[in-house]
């Protein structure tokens, strides 16, 4: 059974960085491809980026240059570094397994990232 917690959210001003992290368990990394998405009130949930086991990356357009995607196999963890961050980034923001042999995603719980002067 997978699960995933969120961890690193929270208030930052414009320009500011935050960290967040990702404790998967249950994940058999070659099978899955790991990502983050977020949720800003009254809209959708939309993709962030994504990892392969193999390290390739996938970001939307908004945040090409300053979020970074990273796992770290041996401690089950995976990362988002989100640089320069901007009002529109406020979101929550969710860590997502999905399992690349029958479709299947699993999802965190959430962690808020508010960005704001």
């Known amino acids: 059974q997978v699960q995933l917690v969120e961890s690193g959210g929270g208030s930052v001003q414009p320009g500011g960085s935050l960290r967040l992290s990702c404790a998967a368990s249950?994940?058999?990394?070659?099978?899955?491809?790991m990502g983050w998405y977020r949720q800003a009130p009254g809209k959708t949930r939309e993709l962030v980026a994504t990892?392969?086991?193999?390290?390739?990356?996938n970001y939307r357009d908004s945040v090409k240059g300053r979020f970074t995607i990273s796992k770290n196999n041996a401690v089950d963890t995976v990362s988002l570094q989100m640089n320069t961050l901007k009002p529109e980034d406020t979101a929550i923001y969710y860590c997502?397994?999905?399992?690349?042999?029958?479709?299947?995603?699993?999802w965190g719980q959430g962690t808020q990232v508010t960005v704001s002067s």
């Open positions: 990892i392969t086991n193999g390290g390739t990356t």
């Open positions: 249950g994940v058999i990394y070659r099978f899955y491809r």
């Open positions: 997502n397994a999905h399992n690349l042999l029958n479709d299947y995603d699993s």
